[in-house]
């Protein structure tokens, strides 16, 4: 990882410096070893501070929809699942791709901190390093290996798409797609399992533990409204007071709103604080969506209209095709 | 090329010079006929009722046979490719009917009409083609005036046989010209011969086949070829003006096999 | 001509019956007779097939089943190729036969009278479609 | 606080048998807001109507509600009393207390209930309503017809004599269609060309109608009163201004392979060709198929021969848009391919022949030049069939299932034609029904029977059998159930009617619809039989339905009589309950526009200020005279930028909320 992270801290230094963009979004370290954060460089030297490790989780693409309106060329430094999202953003003319530069970097999947400390390995930790299929944590006292598939994000373990589906340059060669789509809908089938009584007292539990910090919101690349209709008080559908129906309408709507637009990057449930299970609600749809209209892979191919936002005569109807009492 | 071959009981017994010339015909044409192991009887007759199964039963074994090797089915007797299309047909596209001889049937694998059924005719024209037939005649048969007689059963229903316009057909007048010989149209070459009323109303299907004959005999036919052995059977019955040969004969002849 | 007395309605079972055995609804006729003009068996026919169609169409099963002009029908299918109303009449024929032959001991042809109406010559086709045709 | 009037009324007993009138107006007192409450028996009524004038009036209302029927009922009726009571009309709010309520309930307490919940969502309502105030659109007086058959003729002619301008297009080089192919008319038994042949010229030379012949429709944009169509002149080959008719090219032509369309192919004509004598413009088209020039490079005599330079071997389609108010659809309709009807050896026998071939082959102008002879041998006929309903009536994929209406009265009309000249001849009809419903139709065919001794046979033909020279006819007579066998000289086949083939496509285009015969669909079938879903464009003749003339000529001076309606409007007004954006919200996205049904949204690039900055940013903009306002698009918008007048989210929202209370 780290002659690619050579090779992403000289491509931005080119790019400033011949021109080429104005702005580089890419990623720093912080002061923790799990922490890489985004990077906003404007100057050909502050590009020594860029890094790609196993911790750039962080989705830059959604970043562009503030940048991009500046009369500015940006360069934009893209995963797998980012570019999807980015796809994702051009389809809702959020974004110019006429105005963005896209560094392609194929993802061998990001490892989750919560797992580190959970499995006691955080405590005196300086560094984390990943080769192949294997994690090393380095400590003052030594090194210790494990498979780095024990490490890994949940949203990793059933990534589809590893490499960017849009760029202008790959920076590294295409990674192998993990081989995991039998577990693809595992967690949804989990929840097709239950009763609907069952079903509807999971998620109540689930959202009566949100604080309707709109983190989901925020991370996400389909929710990308100018003004979301939760923030219109003309639109008067949100109240003030914290009840669960609140919530769960929140989280319902906004389901609603991202289906057939959710690139699946998973990062909803990622960033939620409370931790609800947030991508296995749009997962579920996706997997709707699959067996009524056929599969539909958000942000992987601008071209296509997403399912719900178009009409065909021949679409079945689900209401016909699915008995009453919902799977 | 090579096809599953379905012969049917006739062509055993009463017909066997449909089959011989055909055998020889396709051999010269470099075509090959492997004939069904354990073919039955297609039933002779369609099942017209939409609640009879048993009687579509061996036209599916045929069928599925041939879909198994993935080879066109290709039937001779006019009556058997009558039978066997039609129930292809509905298997295609009837479920109850599937559904039925599939459970009947307890195949390896359920048959849905995945297989294509031809007529040797079909096969001349669509795989081979009239015009590369009539490269390899080498006895052309020049002068002679011949009139098709298509019968019933290739031609009708139109849209399940879908074999030639059912009323102004012209394939075997196309076969006849490759050959080198002169067909010769005649209005009632459609109409039906009498079939099976030959058993038991053998006045009524006399006075069909006279007025085919009659037909024939005022255009000027010398001679008629035909596919179905029931139809050759009708018009000989009281005819000794033109001959009746199968269009197999016809063929052999003009390629040289005719022994 | 006795004076018929037409019932639409009676009969409705076995009309039904023939309905469900032939797939064919006798009510979608208009009595163009365009079966009846093409029909190369009408000579020897006491009813014509259009009217067998309008007899099925007032419940009048039983001169249907009575004619000797469904045992004249060799189904030849030109009535079905033509018709314009797209009914099967070589269908509805065979559901009238069919209504006799199944029930029991009503066969049309005895399997001892056959010997005696072949010759050498005939194809088993004949044999066996006739057979089928006029006995079960 | 607003001051809303609540008007309660009784319907006679309709409402006010299963409502309690006196509890309604008591829980509507005690809405805020509400400052009167009225009842009355029938508030539709003047008195009613002046009730709520002068409450609006006294009481200083700035909203009204009347629980009543059905808006789509009186609606309109309550909205003009508030108007001219200085109110403006889209304040008044209706509670369906009718159709809704009384009439579907029998329980007088559970009604009432329902009535109460009913006028306090309409107050909810209500007090969010807005003035709105109705657009206005100019219309385009012009009109544009699309088919110069005898229906585009009539149309054009009666909407330029309203003083309008009227373009016509039509696909072939001359205007005239099928009546001019036609001998003679039914019921009178005039000939066609003398009564159409005028109309063309008046079309031709009337100041205000202007020609497209061999020209076709591109492209329709726009919408009612503003219309632009693209249309296609397709390549002439010939300068028409420069043509003076002369025929010489048409005479010299060397290539005479071509069928006749004008004649259905009883006679060839040259490349170069004038459709017919009377053809309008006078001027002939070169079919590039068949002209050696195009074909092979060589010959051009006629470029050679002509005296005044017209020919103009490199000319191309040209292209020509023009803003409409008005479009009226006449293009017409054809008849079947009998290829798949072997039976009648139409395709093998030159003597079976259709209806059309029959009236080129008795009219005067006609190749025969009106003598009734055989197309075989020349002879004159001893025996001719007919045979009606050859494809229609026909649930076979062969035939169509409609009735093609016409084919009873013109075939006795022909057969009379060949007993007026030849009554030696035999005629026989064959027929399934004879259908003559229409001013003198039935007495007319009657005559055909009657005093000219055609024989009617109720019944079809089997099959025709060519044999020899003779034509063997195997048909039925029903009636008596006796086959027959008629040896003719020759059988003329009524085939069906067909909508024409490029119908959809010139549906899609002006996006109006066709049924399942693609013929065009009237917006309704008694009472709005001209005109289409799509508003500014009508329907004329056979294009609609099968037809016959006098009919077609009737349904042209309705349709004309509809666009003159709305040309001389002058104005459009709108409805101003259309979808509205919130720039400020709108993302751009564009959703909306691929949910629109009437293609009303598209975007557009708008400055706005951001943090100090001017930035530019792409937006939904909704064109309000396309609007419908369906909502669709409202529901498609996620941030709910989009909005439609007079039903926003929150009026709904607190019409819910009331409910719900």
Request: hydrophobic content about 35%; charged content about 25%; some cysteine.
């Amino acid at each position: 990882m780290e002659k690619i992270a050579n090779k992403v801290r000289e491509t931005a230094r080119l790019a400033l410096a011949n021109g080429e963009v104005n702005k580089i979004l890419g990623w720093k370290k912080g002061d923790f070893w799990y922490d890489s954060y985004p990077a906003f460089i404007t100057e050909e030297e502050g590009t020594a501070s860029l890094i790609w490790d196993s911790f750039c989780v962080a989705n830059l693409s959604k970043y562009l929809i503030e940048q991009l309106k500046e009369d500015i060329k940006v360069g934009v430094f893209l995963k797998g699942c980012d570019a999807r999202a980015f796809n994702q953003l051009l389809k809702d003319n959020r974004v110019d791709r006429d105005k963005v530069v896209i560094y392609g970097l194929p993802c061998p999947g990001m490892i989750d901190p919560e797992k580190v400390k959970k499995a006691g390995l955080a405590k005196g930790l300086l560094d984390v390093q990943k080769s192949e299929d294997e994690v090393v944590f380095i400590t003052k006292e030594g090194e210790q290996k494990f498979s780095a598939r024990e490490f890994a994000y949940d949203k990793c373990l059933t990534c589809q798409y590893p490499n960017p589906v849009v760029y202008d340059e790959l920076l590294a060669e295409e990674v192998e797609r993990n081989n995991t789509t039998e577990y693809f809908y595992q967690d949804v089938e989990e929840i097709e399992k239950m009763s609907p009584d069952e079903r509807f007292a999971y998620w109540v539990e689930q959202f009566s533990k949100c604080i309707r910090c709109n983190a989901c919101r925020n991370v996400c690349p389909a929710c990308s409204c100018e003004k979301c209709i939760f923030d219109n008080s003309k639109a008067n559908v949100a109240g003030k007071a914290k009840v669960d129906s609140e919530e769960q309408f929140f989280h319902i709507v906004r389901a609603y709103h991202v289906a057939g637009r959710c690139v699946d990057c998973g990062e909803c449930s990622r960033v939620c604080p409370v931790g609800i299970p947030l991508a296995k609600l749009n997962r579920k749809i996706i997997k709707d969506i699959t067996e009524f209209y056929g599969e539909h892979n958000a942000g992987v191919n601008p071209s296509l209209d997403a399912p719900l936002e178009t009409f065909k005569l021949e679409d079945i109807d689900p209401f016909e095709t699915r008995a009453k009492g919902g799977k | 090329m090579k096809f599953s071959y379905y012969p049917g009981c006739t062509l055993k017994t009463k017909a066997q010079e449909l089959e011989k010339f055909a055998l020889n015909s396709a051999a010269a044409l470099g075509v090959e006929l492997e004939e069904q192991k354990e073919w039955q009887c297609c039933g002779a007759v369609y099942p017209l009722a939409e609640d009879e199964i048993g009687t579509k039963l061996s036209s599916v074994r045929a069928l599925a046979e041939a879909a198994q090797k993935n080879e066109k089915l290709i039937t001779l007797c006019a009556a058997c490719h009558h039978v066997i299309k039609r129930v292809n047909e509905d298997m295609k596209t009837k479920d109850d009917v599937k559904n039925k001889v599939n459970n009947y049937l307890q195949l390896a694998q359920d048959y849905q009409g995945e297989a294509e059924v031809i007529h040797y005719l079909e096969m001349l024209r669509d795989e081979i083609g009239f015009d590369k037939l009539a490269e390899k005649v080498t006895n052309p048969l020049t002068n002679r005036k011949i009139g098709a007689y298509y019968g019933c059963l290739l031609l009708r229903p139109a849209e399940t046989m879908n074999f030639d316009d059912p009323e102004n057909p012209s394939i075997i007048e196309e076969f006849i010209k490759a050959l080198g010989a002169t067909p010769v149209k005649y209005p009632y070459r459609t109409e039906c011969c009498g079939g099976y009323l030959s058993l038991d109303n053998k006045e009524l299907a006399q006075e069909m086949t006279d007025n085919i004959m009659k037909s024939a005999l005022k255009n000027e036919v010398e001679e008629l070829v035909t596919a179905c052995p029931l139809c050759k059977y009708n018009l000989e019955n009281k005819n000794g003006k033109i001959a009746i040969s199968y269009f197999t004969e016809l063929l052999a002849e003009a390629l040289g096999v005719k022994e | 001509m006795g004076r018929m007395k037409i019932i639409p309605d009676a009969k409705k079972k076995e009309l039904q019956q023939i309905l469900e055995i032939s797939g064919e609804n006798v009510k979608d006729c208009m009595q163009c007779g365009k079966c009846t003009a093409g029909c190369p068996a009408s000579s020897s026919m006491d009813i014509l097939p259009h009217q067998v169609i309008r007899l099925l169409q007032l419940g009048q099963l039983d001169k249907v089943a009575n004619s000797q002009t469904i045992w004249s029908c060799a189904s030849c299918f030109t009535c079905t190729t033509r018709c314009p109303r797209n009914i099967d009449l070589a269908k509805l024929m065979e559901a009238v036969r069919l209504t006799i032959i199944r029930s029991k001991g009503s066969s049309r042809l005895k399997a001892d009278d056959v010997p005696g109406k072949i010759d050498p010559k005939m194809p088993q086709q004949a044999i066996v479609s006739g057979f089928r045709k006029y006995n079960k | 606080m607003q001051r809303i009037g609540v008007f309660v009324c009784w319907c006679g007993t309709n409402i006010a048998g299963t409502v309690d009138i006196d509890q309604v107006k008591q829980a509507a007192e005690k809405i805020p807001g509400v400052v009167n409450v009225q009842d009355y028996q029938y508030m539709c009524s003047e008195v009613g109507q002046n009730l709520i004038k002068n409450a609006i009036k006294e009481q200083k209302l700035d909203r009204v509600v009347i629980a009543s029927c059905s808006p789509r009922m009186h609606e309109a009726t309550f909205r003009k009393a508030a108007k001219s009571a200085g109110l403006n009309p889209y304040l008044v709010e209706i509670a369906n207390i009718r159709e809704q309520c009384s009439w579907v309930h029998k329980n007088k307490e559970e009604a009432t209930e329902k009535a109460i919940a009913l006028v306090r969502a309409a107050v909810a309502k209500a007090t969010l309503n807005t003035e709105l105030v109705p657009g206005e659109i100019g219309v385009e007086p012009r009109a544009l017809e699309i088919g110069g058959g005898i229906a585009g003729i009539q149309t054009a002619l009666d909407i330029a004599e309203a003083g309008y301008k009227v373009d016509i297009i039509e696909k072939t080089p001359s205007i005239g269609g099928k009546m001019a192919q036609i001998d003679k008319t039914f019921p009178t038994l005039d000939c066609s060309a003398c009564i159409l042949t005028p109309k063309m010229v008046d079309a031709s030379t009337h100041p205000n109608i202007n020609l497209y012949t061999y020209s076709e429709v591109e492209a329709v944009q726009g919408y009612v009163g503003n219309f632009e169509v693209t249309i296609r002149q397709k390549a002439r080959s010939v300068n028409a201004d420069k043509c003076t008719g002369c025929g010489i090219c048409t005479d010299k032509c060397p290539s005479k392979k071509a069928e006749s369309e004008f004649d259905e192919g009883l006679r060839k004509r040259g490349a170069i060709y004038i459709p017919f004598p009377q053809a309008v413009p006078n001027v002939p088209v070169i079919d590039r198929e068949e002209c050696l020039k195009f074909k092979t490079g060589k010959c051009g005599l006629c470029e050679r021969v002509c005296p005044s330079g017209a020919i103009e071997f490199n000319q191309e389609d040209t292209l020509v848009t023009q803003k409409y108010g008005a479009i009226v659809v006449a293009t017409g309709y054809d008849l079947i391919n009998l290829d798949k009807f072997g039976e009648y050896p139409y395709t093998e026998h030159p003597d079976v022949i259709t209806s059309l071939e029959f009236e080129r082959l008795t009219s005067a102008a006609g190749p025969t030049a009106g003598k009734f002879l055989r197309p075989s041998n020349g002879n004159k006929p001893k025996k001719v069939v007919f045979v009606q309903c050859v494809g229609s009536r026909d649930k076979s994929s062969r035939g169509k299932t409609y009735c093609s209406k016409i084919c009873c009265m013109y075939t006795a009309k022909h057969a009379m034609l060949i007993k007026e000249k030849y009554p030696e001849i035999e005629v026989y009809v064959f027929y399934i029904d004879v259908r003559t419903p229409g001013k003198n139709f039935d007495e007319f065919q009657r005559r055909a029977v009657e005093e000219y001794g055609v024989n009617y046979i109720k019944g079809m033909v089997g099959k025709v059998f060519p044999e020899g020279d003779k034509l063997q006819v195997h048909g039925v007579d029903a009636l008596s159930s006796e086959t027959l066998i008629i040896d003719a000289d020759m059988v003329v086949l009524a085939a069906a009617t067909k909508a024409k083939d490029d119908a959809q496509e010139l549906g899609r285009k002006l996006s109006i619809s066709t049924d399942a015969n693609n013929f065009f669909t009237e917006a309704h079938p008694k009472l709005r039989p001209v005109e289409t879903h799509s508003a500014g464009i009508y329907l004329a003749g056979a294009c609609q339905g099968p037809k016959d003339i006098p009919e077609t000529v009737a349904q042209s001076s309705a349709a004309a009589a509809k666009a003159i309606g709305l040309l001389n409007k002058g104005k459009l007004v709108n409805n101003p309950c259309v979808s509205q954006v919130d720039e400020q919200i709108c993302s751009g996205c564009l959703a909306c526009t691929k949910m629109c049904p009437y293609e009303a949204i598209s975007s557009q690039v708008i400055e706005v200020k951001e943090q100090g900055k001017i930035v530019k940013k792409t937006v939904a903009h909704v064109n309000e005279a396309l609007c419908q306002g369906c909502g669709g698009c409202t529901v498609t918008c996620r941030a709910g930028a989009l909005d439609l007048k007079g039903f926003m989210n929150r009026q709904i929202l607190a019409e819910v909320d009331a409910i719900c209370l």
